[in-house]
């Protein structure tokens, strides 16, 4: 018998062979592969990564037996297949997560890397055993938080292979996809050395781009990849001749406007910067990625109307990114428009307001059934269980209904009645309950911080109980939710405004976020613990949200003792004829008082500089570094230079040349605010300067620059 099937089946391959191939499809449906736990101990890559996988696509691969007359296609689910593998390599990063796409925009120094299959070939060896291969390519490309190439694309390779014995063995849907699984798994599992290298060798990877170029002159990924590369290791002059070509070849490409925005921000060119950034929104109005740019970039020169501006055609152009008004309510608070900041605060929370009976729900198998209940909501309290199906709401069948219709019937206004009719595996026959509709929020830990911006706005005007209303809605959400963000700023702030000095210390003196640190080196300044307000202020970064200068005026106004105090310490040292020490004392108190307050402290250094000019020469390292920042001027290293005259200052803090050549050298970067800072310190600290005038000139020249935008 087993004789006579051999023959049989020799025949209908001689057969075959002499026509034309059978095509057989095989579409294999989705199915979860089964994965073990294991993870790659490889090289570590210490940088959050964000994979986008399209778990949606797929793949055809064919194998083509002429001999036997059947060619085999095989359409599998590829991306599903990456997405369930590539947390075995989870562990090789500091953050790990996988999206379809990118709903917001991702964190400084993160790493996004698009993967896909690049290739699969599949084929079958008949017949003793019956084998089935899969070999496969998966491709990666590497990109920065900004989505701009950090490299060409990497790739990686990986085999699978089952087989089975018997003559007639013959292999399922199910043994096909574990064996393009285990392709794709082993794939991704050789990818860390690729991608490790790929970040950590700028040189090489700057090399390939440059072979692909002489290849292919016009290869504008090239380009963009050089350009990035060489801007991440400090080679600006490769970085700037990258950019520039490849706006020659894509006129049309932002990426290239981008690039040269970050080139001259890089070497401190704010106006070369700001018009390479503005060109690339002109040309692209729907980019998020660049009006965050433009927003932060209008946050750092202090201009908040234009940053308000930016971000709101931010929101325009990302609705998805839900994150955006909370930000946007921060930059109200910063600018001092409290009023504004609880208009969008309230605005966002009646739109994430729903009246409902808090229980989530699923479609399973055509019934309406309930995975969970909220505690105390209405619906635990009338008995609902996880479980519990629904199959009829106020009389009506939910089978008639749509998955959306019943979610509009459940939810209504406040307060109303809904009546579900219940059945529940335990109980025999389908019962009615009665649930009053409750308010809910489709997202309360955004509404949390909504709530928190509130709160912040309140104290700022003065409403105290207005403010511990939102702020205890704020944490009740944020408790439940464990998400805190904004709260924890408005509770430091609400704490501060109520004299709960200690608490502020104990509860947000180890948090390393600038405004709350902040609250901190206030607290320590309002107990009278100067030197650890000192400290704590010292190590802020002033420009953080909400911070604005209404929270700075408080440090200074909180520190005023203490300066009042070092001033007539100082005094008493120049009294005895110590200028030195006065000087020093001086230099300690200036970065912490307001600028008009530093502007007053300077009219006391110019009196003791007048009586000691000697005392100010620049002189020893200081000297040193002032005649570097010269030579790098003449060789057009502005960034360098300003430097150099950095060090300069930090030996010799009160000599007016320093900062006269300062200012120039912030002219030729374009940075005119900082240009027009270091000749008023000239002013300042040498108020008979023989250029007065000129200075004077110099200085409106500069604000009129400002002012117009030329």
């Known amino acids: 018998m087993r004789l006579l099937r051999i023959f049989l089946f020799l025949v209908l391959v001689a057969y075959l062979s002499g026509c034309e191939p059978i095509r057989i499809t095989h579409t294999i449906e989705l199915m979860d592969m089964e994965t073990s736990k294991e993870t790659v101990q490889a090289k570590k890559i210490s940088r959050e990564v964000l994979f986008i996988v399209d778990d949606t696509k797929k793949y055809k691969a064919t194998h083509a037996n002429y001999s036997a007359g059947v060619i085999h296609d095989f359409v599998f689910p590829t991306g599903h297949y990456i997405k369930q593998a590539l947390p075995v390599i989870s562990s090789c990063f500091e953050k790990f997560r996988i999206e379809p796409s990118v709903s917001t925009i991702p964190d400084k120094d993160a790493l996004v890397i698009n993967a896909n299959v690049s290739s699969m070939d599949v084929r079958f060896d008949c017949c003793l055993p019956l084998v089935f291969n899969a070999n496969t390519t998966l491709q990666f490309i590497l990109y920065d938080n900004d989505f701009i190439m950090l490299s060409l694309p990497v790739y990686s390779d990986g085999k699978g292979s089952l087989s089975k014995p018997g003559l007639f063995a013959t292999m399922s849907d199910k043994d096909y996809a574990q064996v393009a699984y285990q392709s794709i798994r082993e794939a991704v599992k ?260 909504y709530m928190a911006i509130i709160a912040m706005a309140e104290i700022q005007k003065g409403n105290i109980n207005e403010a511990k209303r939102a702020m205890d809605e704020a944490l009740n959400i944020a408790k439940s939710t464990n998400v805190y963000a904004s709260t924890l700023k408005a509770h430091a702030c609400l704490l501060m405004a109520l004299n709960e000095y200690d608490r502020v210390i104990e509860n947000y003196s180890k948090r390393n976020e600038g405004y709350l640190q902040l609250m901190v080196a206030i607290a320590y300044a309002k107990k009278g613990m100067y030197e650890n307000a000192i400290k704590v202020y010292k190590n802020l970064n002033k420009k953080d949200l909400p911070i604005s200068d209404n929270t700075l005026k408080a440090f200074y106004e909180a520190m005023k003792p203490y300066v009042e105090e070092m001033e007539k310490e100082a005094l008493n040292y120049e009294k005895s004829g110590d200028a030195i020490s006065a000087l020093k004392i001086y230099a300690g ?52 230079a300003l430097q150099e005259l950095e060090m300069a200052k930090s030996y010799i803090p009160f000599n007016p040349q320093i900062y006269f050549s300062s200012s120039l050298v912030c002219e030729k970067l374009g940075d005119y605010s900082c240009a027009i800072k270091n000749m008023e310190i000239v002013l300042q600290l040498q108020p008979n300067h023989p250029q007065a005038q000129t200075i004077r000139d110099q200085i409106y020249k500069w604000k009129f620059i400002l002012e117009k935008e030329l």
């Open 190 to 449: 050789n990818s860390v050395d690729v991608i490790y290298d790929a970040i950590n060798n700028p040189k090489k990877v700057i090399a390939d781009a440059k072979q692909i170029i002489n290849k292919n002159p016009s290869n504008t990924g090239a380009y963009k990849v050089i350009a990035n590369r060489a801007l991440k290791t400090g080679d600006y002059a490769e970085a700037l001749a990258a950019a520039q070509m490849l706006t020659q070849l894509a006129p049309k490409d932002t990426d290239g406007y981008f690039l040269l925005y970050k080139i001259y921000k890089a070497q401190k060119k704010i106006k070369d910067a700001v018009t390479q950034l503005e060109h690339a929104v002109s040309l692209n109005p729907g980019n998020a990625i660049l009006f965050v740019h433009l927003y932060d970039f209008y946050i750092e020169q202090d201009k908040f109307d234009k940053a308000i501006n930016a971000l709101k055609r931010y929101m325009e152009a990302r609705p998805d990114d839900k994150n955006a008004a909370v930000r946007l309510g921060l930059l109200y608070l910063k600018a001092g428009k409290y009023d504004d900041a609880v208009s969008i605060a309230n605005k966002m929370i009646d739109a994430l307001k729903f009246y409902g009976i808090g229980a989530p729900i699923v479609k399973k198998d055509d019934s309406i059934v309930i995975t969970s209940v909220e505690p105390g909501g209405p619906a635990e309290k009338a008995g609902i269980k996880p479980g519990d199906e629904i199959t009829e709401i106020d009389g009506r069948s939910t089978e008639e209904l749509k998955f959306e219709d019943v979610i509009k019937k459940l939810r209504g206004s406040e307060g109303t009645n809904v009546t579900l009719t219940i059945k529940r595996k335990e109980v025999e026959e389908p019962f009615k309950i009665v649930i009053e509709r409750q308010k809910f929020y489709s997202n309360p830990a955004l509404v949390a911080d």
């Open 589 to 640: 108190i200036l970065g912490i008082v307001s600028e008009e307050k530093a502007s007053s402290i300077r009219s006391k250094i110019a009196r003791i500089i007048a009586k000691n000019p000697s005392i100010i020469e620049i002189s020893g390292i200081a000297r040193e570094h002032f005649l570097k920042s010269e030579v790098l001027y003449n060789a057009g290293r502005y960034e360098e």
